[in-house]
């Protein structure tokens, strides 16, 4: 089990499509301190599941979370409504062939970068991902 799964069982217990929370309420359901870069790394809030462990939890509850105010230490999970669409967290197991067409064929025409952007560029964001 996950230390991170009172999370988990919080927000599924929850019946509205936003639950919005300040990092001190999920330190009160977790019953321990949120690590440091929590409150330093606007990544670490972010929806990939290769992230770190916490954000698996939110995950797996059918929350992302979105309107993270970092200076506030606040942030809002919200119901993840695409029905019928695998979570990243029920992705397909290793070997699968067709597991990356299937990404590209859905994420097709949802993005657009302008001419010119440079997506290799650094952000000035240091974040360590070994160390979470």
Known sequence: MSKYEPLTRFLAGQRTQEVPMTFTEIERVLGFP???K???IRA?????????????AWLAAGYVTERVDMASR???FRRDTRSGEPTMTSAAPKGDPD???RIRARLSGTV????GVDLTDPTGEVWDAETQ
Request: glycine content about 6%.
């Open 34 to 36: 949120l690590p440091g």
């Open 38 to 40: 929590a409150s330093g």
């Open 44 to 56: 670490w809030w972010s929806n990939n599941p290769s992230n770190n462990v916490m954000t698996k």
């Open 74 to 76: 606040r942030l809002v």
């Open 99 to 101: 597991f990356l067409e």
């Open 112 to 115: 657009t970068i302008a001419p």
